[in-house]
């Protein structure tokens, strides 16, 4: 039985489930071809820079598609005043984040001339990609959205192979610059594919900004949560250690992407297939939730450790360099744990109960971090980071499970 089968018992859900996970797959295919070709040319401190600068622009994201496109899924986004306020939201997140993306590129980097203006650029057109491949989420076209991806990754490999020779003067400005390229691709292809409706009449406005800010708000701050407490950890270590510790960190991390693939992938397809159930007038059965969660959680360990043991076989002779055992084994406990807890939170998501998840997702956070903390201080390395993540997200899939079944 399908993961979506759980949840939706309809004869297209098998093949909606599919494509929506080969679409993230796609994605994360074009993310991973750049990371791959920075992780076998940079020298590790600068692979630590290249990871920061990557974590700041995915916790970016998060922040818009919480405030921002969760929004599509929840409510009317063809109604005029919620239309105007997703406008209003979109420029707001957006003007903030670049501003502390042109800042933090300062404080890592010497590199002012290309960096700056390529990275901020990275950040608007990724929104506006992500905008785009919620747009098809929400109304379940999966079909678009993985033709639409699977462009985005053509163009990503095809633009990797010339932009290489720009690595003797801006390294790091090339490889986001091939990512911009592959980012305003989804865009391109996706306003071709989707009705003109969903992309027309984009006007800001604040009548109904105040209901969608007290939606979006918590909704962007759980969202976040993870991948700026992930930011926030890679920030301790460049500071505690080195960045070529983070390099190492992020090289194991780099091992196990595919699990976070397929996590992604059954999130975007539980979002959206509960939400439809909710706006129809159905209930999600929230017992049924335990199987799916038990299930994502058995498959992101399998695929963890297969995507871990090719990995050792392979690393020193793609990359030159070798990952650390310890480590990617406490990125695949990290991975799971999240992976449990995932369906809870999405019905929690889909019930509007936003604060109630900001909240068990930031006792996570900080948890996993102060355990980050102690033990970086104490250790001085980085072996034993990732499972001091881990040990919060035990909590949330406590809490928010407790939430679902048993609501206060």
Known sequence: ????????????????????????????????????????????????????????????????????CDGFAVFDRHDPANRAGLVTSAALVTGLCVVCAVLLCAVLTPERRWLPPVYAGLVVSRFLAETVRRIFVTRLDFGSLLRTDLCALVVTVLALAPATGGFDRARLAVLFGVMCCGALTTVLVGLVLLPRREWTRLRPGVRAFPTLFGFALWRALQAGLRPLSLLAARLLVAQLVSTAAVGALELARLVVAPVQVLINGCGSLLLGRMAARRRNGGENDPRALDGVGRSLGAAAAACGAASGVLAMGLGPVLLGKSPMVAVVLGWVVYQVSWAVGLPYVTELVTRRMSRRVFVIRGVDSVLGLGLATCVVLVTGEVTLLPLALAAGGLWTVLLARRAVVRPL
Not at 35 to 55: C, D, S
């Open 1 to 68: 039985m399908t993961l979506a089968r759980r949840l939706v018992p309809t004869g297209g859900a098998s093949k909606d489930g599919m494509a929506g996970i080969l679409s993230q797959g796609a994605t994360a295919a074009a993310s991973f071809a750049v990371q791959f070709v920075a992780a076998a040319n940079l020298e590790l401190a600068e692979y630590g820079v290249f990871a920061v600068l990557l974590a700041m622009s995915v916790g970016a994201n998060a922040l818009y598609v919480g405030f921002v």
